[in-house]
């Protein structure tokens, strides 16, 4: 998302004036947006993302931007199913081609993403020499027209009074931001409405980068200090107290005096400080002046200029006196006012103006390659920036008139950085602050709930959800290199690698175990992990339910969150990181949050390799899904099922997301509440904890499952343990199950199921361990059970499905199986080389097709099958013996077949969440019979309850 370390972004920038990139058909279930960002520094915006729009949030207003559609009609039906746009509400369509600026301060954002052909109208002259060549036209008057704004997408406005059209995007907010990074963060939200947030995130990883660099230069070195004096009259001064000044000094190790007052100019305070200043700078707008008049202006006589530190610089031959207008506009801006960089460019580009603080101070080195940017030595001229066309203007962010580029000044900085060979695993002992020490970075892809943005000796790790940030500082680093907005504020702040954690939550387990970090595990939920196990009974892990206060507050991080069974409140406010991977969408943002610990950790290279090698395999796991589904001729209905806690008598069937995107994946149809499935109709949807349900009598839940084929049941029991497993006659009695079972497709095929394979003594089962972190054997357990036609894992036992009435056993974790507890934990699935289903695991002659043939009791590589319409009989291709199969890839999963789309049936429990799956194997309806081409492309399942009505869905085309 919006961590900004992937020089790929470059290639990945789109230009704002090329025409719409979409020109057909409109599918709400496909994201548009290839490239996303967030606000990790900038508290004035925040965006969400959906499949076709975005949600901005600036000022008190919404901007809903709607991607375009070049074919009106279809662009129609996305307006149309738009939410609501209210009154403190925009819809505007995006990428904006046309655009005026209205505070040249939007001038810096637009030069940074290459953007300035879109610019057609500005305010006021400004100093962009590539913008001047573009020639745009001037406001006329103290607000745009009618007719000005009919040729306009949008309007950048820095200033609220700037108007409130339509069109007008309120950009006030960025002055009330107090830390420099998060200034510039605008770019990103400039970058929203031109679809460039790939060239956003790119500009801010190399700017900040430059920007740390600078700092933590600046910082290895004694303190400086700089009187910084804004003039508003001939007689007196104002010594400035703007916050984002103080923090940009302040990490350029500067010491400011901060009067916050206009003082008389020859106040003695006033003397005081300029005498003992490094250098002095000053930034009046309105007035050019050389050093003579400066010092005039500034109250100092040249015979006493001797007794300021600034001015006495190289025996008198130089002064360190500045004014912060290096490039001028050619043109007055207002009143004879000409426009300075400065003001356009510094909140794009604060990195720069530290790399002008360290020449100016006199730690230039290693940067005296860097050209200056913004400061004048008061003994020069200002640059006068003429408009520069064609290849002078091109690929040269700051125009060809200035020395050099944005991007040279920044090469330049970063050209003397060193680079760390891995994350360091423990504390620096010799600090070099031109060092990147996190050579391995991570960047979310799936998880939308969590960003990591790292600089040179420390990291940021956002979530998104709680709108929190955790500031992990390098052990061996100081604090001070920490910008000053974090040093200050009460941001909550970790030295990593952390050493000694614990934890509550049993879905964190293998977040740690799979990073091999059980040794740093000092406090812990009693899992079913053999390791973790193992560390209690050697009495290196203490349960975290007898844990004491003292245990607690010895952590570097207690994972986990504030309740009853958790460290004390005032503990967990100084040492606590909420974990919230179970609340992020989607199987794949779930399982990825095993970056997030790794930040932690600075385990980021094997979080990477681990979660690479499991995303291989769940999409190979889904591609099998997807062409069981295809082989078979239609979904299974799945259904999950429970009791409703402190409702005796009611049960429900869940629609979390989640599952129902597994349950699609795997190639099961989820009988959701919206999609008109028997199942549901038995009973009535309300809205449960989280997400909708279908809540039923004993009675309506008893005729409801007579229409699915798989049954997952999730109901919590004491006694459901390791060693006394629930069984048939338990659920039997538990829901009311009659003693004939006929009418029940499941029961008759044996597809009754728990999640509880694996179940400790406690009763405690890895379905609330490794279920988010490895959806891949999630989906191959889903596979087997909905689709038992296929043998989609040969020779793989089921990881986390119980089969209830074949008597399939518990496996029980025991601490004796851990052997080696500093050993990363491999995961439970191999990757078998190939996403096909091969002819071998296709288990019954109905289903041996797409390039294979049945051949006495065993589906081998021969001929080709070709299915026939209805009625029609099979034909069959001779193959060559030597010929391997010819066997059709299915479709490539898209976004409309992914996981994300899926639907899912359940049924929840008290204190606990078990899932019992029931499903109805087809593939022995018709075992016996012949070709069934014919039943299934009709998609009627037939039963010894002489029923007969589409259970599995719509057939899918083959």
């Known amino acids: 998302m919006a961590t900004h370390h992937a020089l790929a972004f470059l290639s990945l920038a789109a230009t704002a004036t090329a025409a719409c990139p979409l020109n057909g058909p409109f599918d709400p279930s496909v994201d548009l947006f290839a490239s996303k960002t967030s606000a990790n520094h900038a508290a004035g915006w925040g965006v969400r993302y959906r499949n076709f729009y975005k949600e901005v949030r600036a000022g008190g207003t919404t901007y809903q931007l709607v991607h375009c559609n070049a074919d009106a009609a279809e662009f129609a039906k996305m307006e149309a199913a738009l939410p609501a746009c209210g009154a403190q509400c925009k819809r505007m369509t995006v990428p904006v081609e046309r655009a005026a600026v209205l505070g040249n301060e939007a001038v810096g954002f637009l030069e940074e993403l290459e953007l300035l052909d879109s610019v057609k109208l500005v305010g006021s002259p400004a100093v962009s020499a590539c913008l001047a060549s573009k020639e745009p036209a001037t406001l006329a008057g103290a607000s ?245 066309v064609g290849k002078e203007c091109g690929n040269d962010v700051f125009g060809a008139a200035r020395p050099t580029s944005l991007k040279q000044v920044r090469l330049a900085v970063l050209g003397g950085l060193k680079k760390a060979d891995a994350n360091p695993t423990q504390a620096i002992e010799n600090f070099e602050e031109n060092m990147d020490y996190f050579p391995d970075k991570i960047d979310p892809e799936h998880a939308e709930d969590f960003d990591v943005e790292y600089h040179l000796t420390w990291k940021l790790v956002r979530d998104n959800r709680q709108n929190f940030a955790y500031v992990l500082l390098l052990k061996g680093v100081p604090a001070s290199a920490l910008p000053s907005e974090y040093v200050m504020s009460g941001s909550k702040r970790f030295n990593v690698p952390v050493t000694k954690v614990g934890f509550s939550s049993t879905t964190t387990a293998p977040l740690l175990l799979s990073l091999g970090q059980a040794e740093t595990i000092k406090v812990a939920e009693p899992t079913p992990e053999s390791c973790i196990l193992k560390g209690i009974e050697d009495g290196r892990i203490v349960a975290y339910r007898s844990a004491t206060e003292e245990q607690f507050k010895d952590l570097d991080v207690f994972y986990g969150a504030v309740n009853a069974w958790n460290p004390p409140y005032s503990v967990y406010q100084s040492n606590g990181v909420n974990v919230q991977s179970t609340s992020d969408p989607g199987a794949l943002n779930r399982a990825e949050w095993l970056m997030f610990t790794a930040a932690f950790h600075n385990a980021e290279k094997i979080a990477e390799k681990t979660f690479t090698g499991m995303k291989a395999k769940f999409l190979c796991a889904q591609q099998k899904g997807k062409q069981a589904t295809q082989l078979v001729g239609r979904r299974p209905a799945f259904v999950e099922i429970s009791n409703v806690y402190g409702q005796p008598g009611m049960f429900e069937s869940p629609q979390t997301p989640y599952h129902l995107q597994l349950i699609k994946a795997a190639g099961g149809n989820a009988a959701s509440a919206d999609s008109g499935h028997p199942f549901q109709k038995a009973g009535t949807v309300v809205q449960g904890w989280s997400s909708a349900v279908t809540r039923f009598t004993k009675e309506e839940l008893l005729e409801a499952l007579k229409h699915a084929d798989v049954v997952v049941d999730n109901h919590w029991s004491a006694t459901n343990t390791a060693a006394t497993p629930m069984g048939w006659e338990n659920i039997k009695e538990f829901y009311g ?180 799956i029931a499903v109805g194997a087809i593939a022995y309806l018709v075992a016996g019979q012949g070709s069934s081409a014919a039943k299934i492309r009709s998609n009627v399942y037939t039963t010894d309850a002489g029923f007969s009505e589409p259970v599995g869905g719509p057939v899918p085309e083959a």
């Open 144 to 388: 745009l027209t009618d007719e000005e704004l009919a040729g306009l997408d949008a309007v950048f406005a820095t200033k609220a009074e700037a108007g409130d059209s339509a069109k007008h995007v309120n950009m006030a907010g960025l002055h009330a931001e107090a830390s420099p990074l998060g200034k510039q963060e605008w770019v990103e939200f400039v970058s929203l409405f031109y679809n460039a947030e790939a060239m956003a995130n790119y500009v801010l990883y190399r700017s900040q980068q430059s920007y740390d660099a600078s700092s933590h230069l600046a910082k290895s070195q004694d303190a400086k200090k700089v009187m910084w004096v804004a003039k508003t009259t001939s007689t007196e001064v104002t010594m400035t107290s703007d916050l984002f000044l103080k923090n940009l000094l302040a990490d350029a190790n500067v010491e400011i005096q901060l009067f916050g007052l206009s003082v008389e100019i020859k106040g003695q305070v006033y003397h005081d400080a300029m005498k003992a200043a490094d250098a002095i700078i000053v930034t009046d707008g309105m007035r050019h002046e050389d050093a003579a008049e400066l010092l005039t202006e500034l109250g100092v006589p040249m015979a006493d200029k001797v007794l300021y530190k600034a001015l006495n610089y190289d025996h008198a031959k130089h002064f360190r006196l500045y004014q912060v207008d290096k490039f001028i506009t050619a043109q007055p801006v207002a009143s004879g006012h000409l426009g300075n960089d400065w003001e356009e460019h510094v909140f794009a580009a604060p990195d720069l103006m530290l790399s002008d603080m360290m020449k100016a101070t006199g730690d230039a080195a290693p940067w005296s390659s860097a050209p200056w940017v913004y400061l004048r030595a008061a003994e020069n001229k200002p640059i006068a920036i003429a408009p520069r």
């Open 737 to 916: 199950f009659p003693d004939d079972m006929s009418a029940y497709p499941w029961y008759q095929k044996k597809s009754l199921y728990r999640l509880d394979k694996r179940m400790a003594a406690n009763g405690y089962t890895e379905q609330f361990v490794r279920f988010t972190t490895e959806p891949d054997a999630v989906v191959l357990d889903f596979l087997g059970a909905i689709h038992p036609e296929v043998k989609v894992a040969a020779g793989t036992p089921t990881y986390f499905f119980r089969n209830i009435l074949t008597g399939e056993a518990v496996i029980e974790p025991k601490a004796e199986l851990c052997t080696d507890y500093k050993a990363v934990e491999p995961p439970l699935t191999t990757q078998d080389g190939t996403c096909e289903i091969p002819c071998a695991e296709r288990i019954h002659a109905d289903y041996c097709k797409l390039g294979c043939v049945w051949e006495g009791d065993a589906c081998k590589v021969g001929d080709t099958l070709t299915v026939p319409p209805a009625g029609e009989p099979a034909t069959a291709t001779p193959a060559s013996a030597t010929t391997a199969p010819v066997t059709p890839t299915p479709a490539p999963v898209t976004d409309s077949d992914d996981i994300a789309q899926g639907t899912f049936i359940g049924v929840t429990v008290a204190l606990g969440v078990v899932v019992l």
